[in-house]
């Protein structure tokens, strides 16, 4: 049974750092594309950013440069670090993975249809 766990949301101070986790189960993480999207009281989905199985990253409009995914496929475990946080950044965080053979790039990953989703983790930036 697959199962996406995300964790480690909280209540930060604009330029702050929070590092989200995704615990996987179920299917072999290292076949898959992991991403994390981010939806705002208000607004639509938002693609923040995608590590494919073969390491080529895609980032979010947003987040170049403060954000970044890594993943350890031994534990079974996706990250999102989050750095230099503005209060924009304030979202429902939740982690995808797609695959095996998932073929992202740069303009479609936020619309592919992903297979499996955590349930997300709040993050609140705000003084």
């Known amino acids: 049974q697959v199962h996406l766990v995300d964790s480690g949301g909280g209540l930060v101070q604009p330029g702050g750092s929070l590092r989200l986790s995704c615990g996987t189960s179920?299917?072999?993480?290292?076949?898959?594309?992991v991403a994390w999207f981010r939806r705002a009281p208000g607004k639509e989905r938002e693609g923040v950013i995608c590590?494919?199985?073969?390491?080529?990253?895609y980032y979010g409009d947003s987040v170049a440069g403060r954000f970044t995914i890594s993943r350890d496929n031994a534990k079974n475990m996706v990250y999102l670090q989050m750095d230099n946080l503005k209060p924009d950044d304030t979202a429902l965080y939740f982690c995808g993975a797609a695959g095996p053979g998932a073929i992202m790039a740069a303009t479609t990953w936020v619309q592919y249809e992903f297979d499996f989703w955590g349930q997300g983790t709040q993050v609140t930036i705000s003084s």
């Open positions: 590590e494919t199985s073969d390491g080529t990253t």
């Open positions: 179920g299917f072999p993480l290292d076949d898959y594309a």
